[in-house]
Structure formats: C-alpha cells, structure tokens
C-alpha cells in the first residue's frame, strides 16, 4: 500500500508537467495571435516575461526551487530582450546590450527572494552571478569600455555581491575577498585608469596603498561576523601601505604630502567606524 502511494505521489507530480507546459504553450499561441491582428510590436517580446512569471508562479505554488529559478532567469533575459529590441527606446546597440546585461542580472538578483518564499535555505550564491552581470552592465552603459574600466564594475559587483553574501551568512571567508575586491578594484583604477597621469613607480605606491586599505576593511567588517576583531589583516595592510607610500614617494616627491594626507584621512574615516562598532559592541 506504502509502496502504491507512493507510485501515485510520482505519477501526480509527472503528470502536473504536460498540464503546465500545455498551458504555457496556449498562452504563447493567444500572445501571437493577438500580435498579428494588434500589430502593437511589443506583445511577441513579452513573450519570455510571460512564460518567466508562469514559472516562478508555479515554482512558488509547488514550493520548486527549480522552476522558480528558471522562470526568473526567463524574466531576466526576456526583460532584457523586450528593453534592447523594442523601438521605443532609441538609443545606441551599446545601450542595449547595457540593459540587457542588467536586466539579466536581475533576474539572478531575484532568486534569494524566490527561494526564501519556497524553502528555509536562501540561495545566497545567487548574488554573485547578480553582481558580476549588473556591474557589467553598468560597465557598458557608464564606462570608456576599456579593461581597467571592466575590471573597476566588475570587482565592485562582485566586491559587494560576496560581502552581502557573507554578512547575510556570518561566513568570514566571504568577508575577506569581498573587503580585499574592495581595495584592489578602485587601486587598479586610480593606478592604471585614464584619470592616472602618474609615472609607473606612483602608480604602483597608489595601488598598493588601495590593496592595504582593503585589507583594513576586513578588520572593520570582522566585528559584525565573528563578533570580534580579527587583526592579523592589519599587518599585511601595514606592510603594503609602507611599501605604498614609499614608491609613491620616489616616483611623485612633490604630491607626497598631499597623497599621505588623502590616504590618511581614508585611514581615520576606517579608525572612526572601527570606533562606532566596538561602541555598539559594548552596549550589547
């Protein structure tokens, strides 16, 4: 008897898939129709955000990761589809691709909210793939379209996607590429980007101190995951702002001061949280 239910718990939900895609497929064939006698030019590139919320209605209804999953990547890109074809937007094919990227990424930006609608477990991994495809987006649409440029939005996305990821988790081996991404990304803009008029010997002092500050960072952010500070980071940042300094020194003598200062006052801003975090530290 166990054995026959069990039979009939599988053929009920196999049985429940012909019904959906059967469903689907009628809404498609209505949408089409509709666009040859409407001719309105935006209903058939609806098409994929219809078919996306199909899924994850469905996902949610059965409690399926899967099918939650598909259907807000089907969102994604069929936003993005709808937002890089559609002729109301007239703007240039590198605009395009621009929305389509960030379209797309929102789509993985929605999977720790569907999946904490259908299970206990929030698919945290998600944001990764949501940050490394906004940021590139965001890279095409706002950058020079040059590697330092990429690399800048690409490292801040997903910089933030692995500190979000590790704050929402308590998991400090997040925390430490997320805070060093951090450092390093705008160390290799500020060195190597166009803004930089700086000899190689400057620019290397520049992103060194930019990796050391990163490394500050994971002292900062350690007090929020393992409720204490970690500061074994502060020697190896330690190091590399003296070594830093040092380069900048020999290869741009009269900014030093102004460099020293600049970094230095980053440094007490890094101080200043550090305070406020043991503050509430000892008040809990």
Excluded at 25 to 41: D, K, M, P
Excluded at 182 to 206: C, D, F, H, K
Aim: a positive charge; glycine letters at 16%; proline letters at 3%.
């Amino acid at each position: 008897m166990a054995l026959l239910g069990k039979d009939h718990g599988i053929s009920k939900l196999t049985g429940s898939t012909p019904v959906r895609i059967g469903g689907m497929l009628i809404l498609i064939g209505f949408i089409l129709l509709a666009e040859q006698r409407l001719r309105t030019g935006w209903l058939a590139l609806a098409v994929p955000i219809l078919v996306g919320l199909s899924l994850v209605v469905a996902g949610l209804f059965s409690r399926r990761l899967g099918l939650a999953v598909a259907g807000s990547l089907m969102c994604g890109v069929g936003a993005g589809g709808f937002l890089s074809f559609y002729t109301f937007l007239e703007v240039d094919m590198r605009s395009r691709v621009g929305f389509f990227l960030v379209a797309f990424g929102m789509g993985w930006l929605l999977i720790p909210l569907l999946s904490s609608l259908v299970g206990r477990l929030i698919a945290w991994w998600a944001l990764t793939p949501a940050g490394i495809f906004i940021a590139a987006g965001a890279a095409v649409l706002y950058s020079g379209l040059t590697v330092v440029d990429f690399t800048l939005y690409i490292l801040i996305g997903l910089a933030l996607a692995l500190l979000v990821w590790g704050f929402a988790e308590s998991l400090f081996g997040l925390i430490i590429p997320g805070s060093l991404l951090m450092g390093i990304a705008p160390g290799i803009y500020l060195a190597w980007g166009r803004v930089s008029e700086q000899n190689s010997l400057a620019r290397t002092g520049i992103m060194l101190v930019c990796f050391a500050l990163g490394w500050g960072l994971i002292t900062i952010f350690s007090r929020r995951v393992t409720q204490r500070f970690v500061w074994w980071p502060l020697i190896p940042g330690g190091v590399l702002a003296m070594v830093g300094w040092g380069l900048y020194i020999g290869g741009n003598p009269d900014n030093a001061l102004s460099f020293i200062g600049n970094t230095g006052s980053i440094g007490l801003i890094l101080v200043g949280i550090y305070l406020i975090l043991l503050r509430s530290g000892i008040r809990q």
